[in-house]
């Protein structure tokens, strides 16, 4: 059959798994470290990146709806969600967002700081080749990012404590013509 076909490398490109959530990484070396572990998660993670735009011609005479010429990318809106069930009060600050930490205690502000905007890392296995040292992998790097969803826990009888998380990446006035994410893409090499 003619159209019932897959691309012969498809194994290669797959990505597998749920993937990490990091507050630090280094797409040259590929570590992971524990310290750079936000928390586990359940239910895996879901990233969007979704553009605004103007259509500039829409209400020019005679000009087709969605010219391209006249077609203006206005900014991203950057989200990632999902949920931890384990927490430290490192993400429980990271949670919070407009917080301060003194020793065990995380104490929300109403006021938002430049330094609470921080980077997160999503890291996934990708190809068929997953080794500790050579293996693939897929990076979001989420730039300024700040806790938007707020701080939740949902707790059960004999289970787990979820809690949800909502992280918003955001432009900055010291580079704004960055859009604040950037995805990595790394075939794996066979190990030796």
């Not at 749920?18 to 570590?31: D, H, I, K, M, R």
């Not at 069930?85 to 917080?99: F, H, W």
């Not at 938007?148 to 990446?169: E, H």
Request: net charge negative.
């Amino acid at each position: 059959m003619k159209f019932t076909k897959i691309p012969e490398t498809t194994f290669q490109n797959l990505q597998l798994n749920a993937g990490v959530l990091l507050s630090t990484f280094n797409p040259s070396t590929a570590e992971v470290t524990n310290t750079s572990i936000i928390g586990a998660t359940t239910g895996g993670v879901n990233f969007t990146a979704t553009p605004t735009f103007s259509d500039y011609g829409e209400d020019i005479d005679n000009c087709p709806k969605n010219m391209m010429e006249l077609k203006k990318l206005d900014a991203w809106e950057i989200s990632m969600s999902g949920t931890y069930v384990t927490v430290d009060v490192n993400a429980v600050k990271s949670l919070v967002g407009a917080a301060d930490v003194s020793a065990n205690k995380v104490t929300p502000r109403n006021d938002v700081q430049l330094s609470d905007f921080t980077d997160v890392w999503w890291v996934g296995d990708y190809s068929d080749k997953n080794g500790e040292t050579n293996g693939g992998y897929v990076a979001i790097h989420m730039m300024n990012t700040l806790s938007t969803g707020g701080f939740a826990i949902q707790s059960s009888d004999n289970g787990k404590g979820n809690f949800a998380f909502t992280y918003t990446a955001h432009y900055s006035m010291d580079a704004q013509d960055t859009v604040p994410f950037e995805v990595y893409v790394k075939t794996g090499t066979a190990e030796g």
